[in-house]
């Protein structure tokens, strides 16, 4: 696991992921706004090789906040590539909007305003979808796996943030402020994932956790 701070990981962010202008703006704003959660850049920048890596062409996204993981996956795209992201909270789609709209590949992305639990049934042509990335409320990984499962094709990609509840999971006790529900979901998520007869995957020990995994049925 790198610390936030760690030279090594400064390291890594300047060889491999430097954010540009747009990037760097959003979380700026985001900084400001109170709520800086989106993906590091390490983890853009490896969604961007698994999405090279499995020749990935349309991603499903649960959870846009200001826009900058969808920015991140759509620049990997290739052409003709497309990207659907759904949030929820009106402050996060007006950032998300002024981002998608002066990002150059901004046309790659279509952003559905509403909860993900009523978004997710008004899909069509979900089957077309050959990845989804997980960044929602943690409570509700679970009703998106059972989604993935009834929706997504075989051999789909399916990854997850934060599914090491910020470095929490598996500790257990009230000093780390998990609620119990939370991280009992959380646990069975990963249990889920992490069932090789259904699925071929891994946890990638970020700060936060992300599941990376291939759908086998
Ligand atoms: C961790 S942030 C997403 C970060 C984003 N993926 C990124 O890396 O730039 C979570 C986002 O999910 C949204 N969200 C939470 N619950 C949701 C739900 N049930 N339906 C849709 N969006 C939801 C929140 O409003 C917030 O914008």
Known sequence: ??????PSLDYIRSLYAPQDALLTHIAQQLQAMGVPM???????RLLQV?????????????GTLGGSSAIWM???????GTLV????????????????AACEVGHRITMLEGDAHHMLPTLADAEAFDMMFIDADKISYNDYLDWAEAHLPKGALIVADNTLLGGKLPLDGPQYRIAPTTRANMLRFNERLADRARYDG???PTQSGLSIAIKLF
């Open 202 to 204: 891994t946890m990638v």
């Open 38 to 44: 989106q993906v590091e850049p390490e983890v853009g």
């Open 74 to 80: 759509a620049r990997a795209l290739p052409e003709g």
């Open 85 to 100: 992201t759904i949030n929820k909270d009106a402050p996060h789609i007006a950032l998300a909007k002024e981002s998608f």
């Open 50 to 62: 698994l999405i090279r890596l499995r020749g990935v062409k349309r991603i499903l996204e649960v």
């Open 1 to 6: 696991m790198t610390r936030d701070d760690s």
